[in-house]
């Protein structure tokens, strides 16, 4: 590993320009070094439909590199992404996510095929911009990936170090018809629209339902709507025709009589079945409309996940007003078999439909399929390295017997990944995860997290000692041993004293097939242990405490009593101003304006207070101007942003000399390490002082 790679961040210690990445913030580059992809890079990006969720394959490519072997902290791979509605003109910050990699030695499997790269996956919820059927959206994704340097919020054109950026086109599934949409179809004028009673045009409140069950297309309709048209619409029958076939092949008991009505269907349509199955049973892995690209494991969601490229704008049985067609991808997966063999881990579904025209690069989909692999799990003086099969196939499910069936319309790919150490199933019961960090992770004395913690799902690297705010999740392993076993969870609060009390508030899962619903424990906080497939993230309970005090969290199992014990210790006050009596948690922005309504276009000094009992960190920006773009304004400062100032206030300055004549906002953010609902990290508080550049 290079010496730069090995003090990337030493270097950005002294030098945030280092390596040519940040230019504008006064620092001059001393080593031209971009998107570097030697040690890794995105393989794909894509969209889920269905489950609203972004993910990206991360490709790492060699055996060290990554800051220590398995048992160590190593390093990480993040991801954030971006979503724009209008080609790149603006773009919304989607989030970001990580993936925890190590140095792994390189090796083969058991086909002697290499097991470099290791394919991770990484993915963020995401609520996109909706329209109805008729109106596609088919908004375009930016992922930047950045090894071990976190790529900041609301900064789409930032350039990584390591890593690089990629972009494509996904496809939002449509909202419910609402009566504005009406009125948009019907191109009236202002004054026409004027007339309307407002109401009318009032939008209905987030989120709008989504439609009902949409129909398919009857095998006339689709052959009428594929004849005649232009070649880049052309549809062969051996493709529209496939799924009507397949749907003549259900399984169970048939008389001949039952073929009738769809041969004669074939017949009105005029499409030679017979000439369709010569054609399908000559040919296979055709990827003229799809192709499976990626398959990669996302270690935080527990997820395989694949992802396909749509590649022309017809042949999907029908447009998005209708059911369309389905693309269908099977996984299958081998953790050290004995034999070598692969075993089928399920199918998903996804729905893919015509448009008019597509983006030069198709639409890119993802289908994730959570998965249970608890039993293959190892501890981390042991890497578990696994293969993983795609297989995608239009019109009909792949083959749920045979890895090595070839599908009509579709293609396989292969890789290999890398499953996170932890607790085998061994038929204990325990906390897994407290307040979304690896229990392991968090001091059993103050409640804080230790070196090496990481929010579990999105694997964002904590720094160390950090609190809990909002809502504290409780996990547990989904060992089949502990189904039909009973537990309840007991809180106390430690600083405040008092008795133990039994956890019964409602708290939400989701089962195997991405449903969500709540659970409610009985009367004294009892409940059955959760199965994988009804809870596929082992959620055991979760509570609310607030305030800023040490909590004891108690697991007791039926007939074994209290079998494990952890703490969490509370932050909740964030503040953005000075409050009598607590110096610890303070806010202040005073600006050097002398008096004067305006200032000039130069440096401009002050003096900030930003403090917090759990700091993690201070920030200036400016917001305003003409055009709502600020160019950079440097700030000079003694101490650094992840130094909390005297009680007293700092001393800094900050240049506006770049500024064009206008008003703004110079805005203080005061950024806690608080680990946040169990999901997210930091909290900011901000104080906000008005300018006018004169």
């Not at 055709?286 to 935080?300: A, S």
Request: hydrophobic letters at 35%; proline letters at 8%.
């Amino acid at each position: 590993m290079t010496r730069e790679r090995t003090h990337v961040r030493r270097l950005l210690a002294v030098n945030p320009n280092y390596f040519g990445t940040a230019p504008g913030l006064g620092f001059e580059a001393v080593l031209d070094q971009k998107g570097d992809t030697t040690y890794e890079a995105l393989s794909c990006v894509s969209f889920s439909p269905e489950r609203d969720r972004l993910e990206a394959t991360i490709q790492v490519k060699r055996s060290s590199g990554y800051g220590g072997p398995l048992c160590s902290a190593g390093t990480s791979e993040h991801v954030r992404f971006y979503v724009s509605y209008d080609e790149g003109a603006t773009w919304d910050d989607a989030g970001a996510a990580s993936a925890s990699v190590h140095d792994i030695p390189a090796g083969q499997d058991c086909e002697k095929a290499a097991q470099l790269p290791l394919s991770y996956v990484v993915g963020v919820n995401y609520q996109p911009k909706r329209k109805w059927c008729a109106t596609p959206v088919l908004p375009l994704v930016r992922a930047i990936l950045s090894w071990e340097i976190m790529p900041d919020p609301g900064m789409p054109d930032q350039t990584p170090i390591w890593g690089d950026v990629r972009e494509v086109h996904v496809q939002v599934r449509p909202r419910r018809w609402i009566l504005p949409d009406l009125v948009d179809s019907l191109k009236l004028s202002d004054a026409a629209i004027a007339k309307l009673p407002p109401y009318l045009l009032e939008e209905l409140p987030s989120p709008i339902p989504d439609p009902g069950p949409k129909l398919p297309l009857p095998l006339s309709a689709v052959a009428e709507l594929y004849a005649g048209g232009e070649k880049e619409h052309a549809v062969p029958a051996h493709r529209f025709a496939l799924p009507h076939l397949a749907a003549t092949q259900v399984a169970g008991t048939m008389g001949v009589t039952s073929y009738v009505a769809p041969a004669n269907l074939a017949l009105e349509s005029k499409i030679d079945l017979s000439e369709v199955l010569k054609v399908l049973e000559s040919a296979s892995g055709d990827t003229t409309y799809e192709q499976i690209e990626c398959v990669g494991l996302d270690n935080n969601a527990d997820q395989i996940v694949g992802t396909f490229r749509v590649k022309r704008p017809s042949g999907f049985s029908g447009g998005p007003c209708t059911a369309g067609s389905k693309e269908y991808v099977a996984y299958w997966a081998d953790f050290g078999s004995k034999d070598c063999s692969y075993t089928y881990l399920g199918t998903v579904e996804v729905a893919t439909h015509d448009y008019a025209t597509i983006p030069s690069g198709g639409l890119c989909y993802a289908a994730p399929l959570t998965v249970d692999l608890g039993q293959f799990r190892k501890g981390c003086d042991t890497p578990v390295i696994g293969r993983v099969r795609a297989v995608l196939s239009w019109g009909t499910p792949p083959s749920t017997t045979n890895p090595n069936a070839v599908p009509h319309w579709g293609n396989r790919i292969d890789t290999h990944v890398q499953l996170r150490p932890g607790h085998a199933y061994d038929g204990v019961a325990r906390f897994t995860l407290v307040g979304g960090v690896e229990s392991s992770k968090v001091d059993g004395a103050t409640g804080l997290t230790l070196p090496g913690g990481h929010i579990a799902e999105t694997g964002y690297a904590l720094p160390d000692a950090c609190p809990f705010a909002g809502q504290v999740t409780l996990h547990g392993p989904l060992d089949p041993a502990l189904v039909g076993s009973s537990y309840r969870i007991r809180v106390r609060n430690i600083t405040a004293g008092g008795p133990v009390t039994d956890l019964t508030s409602a708290f939400f899962v989701v089962d195997q097939n991405g449903v969500g619903s709540w659970v409610t424990p009985g009367a004294s906080g009892w409940i059955g242990w959760p199965t994988w497939s009804s809870d596929t993230t082992g959620v055991l309970g979760m509570f609310t405490p607030g305030g800023d005090d040490l909590w004891e969290v108690q697991l007791e199992v039926g007939g074994l009593g209290v079998v494990d014990v952890r703490r969490v210790q509370m932050d909740n006050t964030l503040n953005s101003s000075i409050v009598v009596g607590d110096p610890d948690n303070a806010g202040d922005l005073n600006l050097q304006t002398m008096g004067q309504c305006r200032v000039p276009k130069a440096p401009l000094a002050g003096t900030f207070v930003a403090r917090d009992e759990h700091f993690h960190s201070w920030s200036f920006s400016v917001l305003g101007g003409p055009t709502g773009t600020v160019p950079a304004t440097p700030v000079t400062c003694a101490i650094s942003p992840a130094t909390q100032t005297p009680a007293g206030g700092q001393p800094f300055s900050i240049d506006l000399s770049a500024l064009a004549s206008c008003g703004y906002v110079v805005r203080l953010g005061i950024t806690d390490r608080a680990v946040v609902n169990s999901t997210g990290f930091g909290r900011t508080a901000y104080v906000d002082r008005g300018i006018c550049i004169e």
